[in-house]
Nanobody, 124 residues
Framework: QVHLVESGGGSVQAGGSLRLSCASIGGTSRCMGWFRQAPGKEREGVAWVNKQGPFTRYADSVKGRFTISQDNAKNMLYLQMDSLRPEDTAMYYC???????????????????WGQGTQVTISS
């Protein structure tokens, strides 16, 4: 069982940066991702990584602004978010595909483990 714990959310002004962190406890997954959900909207896949590459994939809405990375020795996943916009405001979730399974996907139904989320608020 993989337990995920996010941190690093907060409130910043548009144009600012935040770095989200996700700790994997109790196990590791080769393929992980970040999702976000704004009030009244569906959960959206933001970034995916295969840590053995690393290989990455991003949603068009964040491409060039967000960077997913990992520290395998510490079982940590990160999301560096730059040039933030008010529309980036959402609850952000770390997610993992089950160990031994990896599919290039930003669909939430391809992920098996989820953190509780960390709030990101961007003011204009």
């Amino acid at each position: 069982q993989v337990h995920l714990v996010e941190s690093g959310g907060g409130s910043v002004q548009a144009g600012g940066s935040l770095r989200l962190s996700c700790a994997s406890i109790g196990g590791t997954s080769r393929c992980m991702g970040w999702f976000r959900q704004a009030p009244g909207k569906e959960r959206e896949g933001v970034a995916w990584v295969n840590k053995q590459g690393p290989f990455t994939r991003y949603a068009d809405s964040v491409k060039g602004r967000f960077t997913i990375s990992q520290d395998n020795a510490k079982n940590m996943l990160y999301l560096q978010m730059d040039s933030l916009r008010p529309e980036d405001t959402a609850m952000y979730y770390c997610a993992a595909q089950r160990p031994g399974y990896c599919i290039t996907s930003l669909r939430s139904d391809t992920f098996d483990y989820w953190g509780q989320g960390t709030q990101v608020t961007i003011s204009s």
